[in-house]
């Protein structure tokens, strides 16, 4: 599903032009990431900024921390390293300690400016502009929640799967609800309150993606499970 016109009158709003994940507004993102806040992630247009249930909010930190036992299976067999949405870089850092090559990518200016204080290699911009050593790349990560990217899963597969080796391909993880396949205008929301801009969003379960790989001209080829976190693996079909 891609939101559409229609959709984003139904929504009752509009993103700003090139609206991206937690810009805009009062920035809690930007905050969040230089004081390992919390935030969560809410429906544009939803009443009740400030956080309110423990369960509805993810912590920052995590993305600044060191990678996990679910996040390392992502590595397994590749020898090269694309993470899409890097965030403060820590799949970049998990990588380059396996001794692989990598690079991560990010819209935020301030995930860029602390993964390059940290020594990690990272571009700032987005998936869809013209990337470093674009067809080199064994693994292109989507971690996190990053197939939300534009909430366009389809298009942003199809570009994932157009910066992967001939003989690579795309690492997603989805959502818990494998059945899950639900595009929306979000804002991201911290303790204080203060709210991002609008922006375009996508949540995608394990059965759904496959039909999103099949029209970006890739296939599931493999899907695991490690400490409730699922991951599948796809590949080129042509």
Known sequence: MTLTPDTLSDAGTEPAVDATFG???AEPYARALRRDGRLRMVRSGDSGAALEHDDDAFDVAKWSADADLADLSTLDGA???LDVGCGPARMVRAALGRGLR???VDVSPVAVELARAAGLPVVAGSVFDALPHE???DAVLLLDGNIGIGGDPTALLARCGDVASAT???VVETADDAALDDVYLARVVDD???ESDPFPWA???ADALVEHAR???LSVVQTWVVDGRTFCRLARTR
Do not use: M
Request: charged residues 10%; neutral net charge.
């Open 23 to 25: 810009s805009g507004g």
């Open 102 to 104: 990598a690079l991560g």
């Open 203 to 205: 949540e995608v379960g």
């Open 168 to 170: 690579g391909g795309v």
């Open 135 to 137: 067809g080199y790349w």
């Open 215 to 217: 029209g970006a001209g």
């Open 79 to 81: 020898a090269s390293v």
């Open 192 to 194: 204080r309150g203060s």
